[in-house]
């Protein structure tokens, strides 16, 4: 009988890392732990209220041949790029890069002290759209979706529709994204239906879950890799608030170095020299 519903195949608190100039941060994908999830490439959580852990932010640096995804929970991050485009993404909003052929941008804290908290996701790109022109999904807080699932639950849909047909604000037709955050009170139960051959995880942000029909726990700060299937059913039994995020496996080789993730190494060989000669971006 084919199984119906997710169920956790791995647990993983990741790896205390840091990048860009010295900033503390948890890598989960993209981590010895965890090199890849088709079409997920890295996925990072920083929170701190601690400057020195943040303040050198992330100078200038290049990407190609891949999205990165900021989601701020806490705090403000500035973003400028080699093409001249800039802005702050704000508690509550996120950023969704498209960063293609190739960017030089910055994210640097748009703060002295204080909590910042958040996530960046990295979404790999199809060999066909590899070399896109960069672009830019920006949306605050206000602008995304919530739907109400009781009086202090609910789901906030950056990407991809609920059950009852909410939309997010993210438009990728090629991963068909879900990036959901979810807030439960306690002894609340989440079901939903997520197409069963994407690649899905949960994130603990806060609290206690049961995920399942094995009714696997799950805590704070742990991220669940999910088995294929249609439907997720999650308890909380306590209040909490978790990420779930799924996408489609691209199903393609993958060569990465740093900032450039391509399909073969002379691709990356090429970023490299592109980037060396001052062609990234042009
Ligand atoms: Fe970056």
Redesign the pocket.
């Known amino acids: 009988m084919k199984n119906k519903t997710r169920e956790i195949t791995q647990i993983l608190k990741g790896v205390r890392s840091s990048d860009g100039d010295g900033v503390q941060l948890t890598r989960i994908i993209g981590s010895s732990e965890l090199n890849l999830l088709d079409p997920f490439l890295l996925f990072d959580v920083f929170g701190s209220d601690k400057p020195q852990d943040y303040i050198g932010g ?1 100078p200038p ?1 290049p ?1 190609r041949g891949f999205e ?1 995804v900021t989601y701020m929970l806490s705090g403000k991050m500035r973003h400028e790029d080699s093409a001249g485009n800039s802005g702050i993404i704000e508690p509550g909003g996120v950023q969704w890069m498209t960063a293609g052929k190739g960017i030089i ?1 910055s ?1 640097m804290p748009e703060q002295q002290q204080g909590l910042l908290s958040g996530f960046q996701l990295w979404v790999n790109l199809p060999a066909s759209q590899k070399m896109t022109e960069p672009k830019y999904q920006e949306r605050t807080d206000e602008e995304v979706p919530v739907e109400q699932l009781g009086e202090n639950s609910h789901i906030k849909v950056i990407a991809g529709v609920t059950q009852e047909g909410t939309q997010g604000v993210i438009d990728n037709t090629t991963i068909l994204p879900i990036y959901w955050h979810v807030q439960l009170e306690e002894n609340t139960v989440f079901e939903q239906s997520i197409p069963s051959l994407h690649s899905a995880f949960i994130y603990v942000i806060k609290g206690q879950l049961l995920v399942g029909e094995n009714s696997k726990k799950l805590s704070t700060a742990e991220l669940a890799v999910l088995s294929n299937a249609e439907n997720l059913i999650i308890k909380a039994t306590t209040e909490s608030q978790f990420l779930v995020i799924a996408g489609k496996p691209l199903n393609e080789p993958v060569e990465r170095a740093g ?1 450039f993730v391509m399909n073969t190494k002379a691709e990356l060989r090429q970023a490299f020299s592109d980037y060396e000669t001052g062609r990234l971006t042009n």
């Open positions: 992330f640096h990407h990165t941008h994210e900032p």
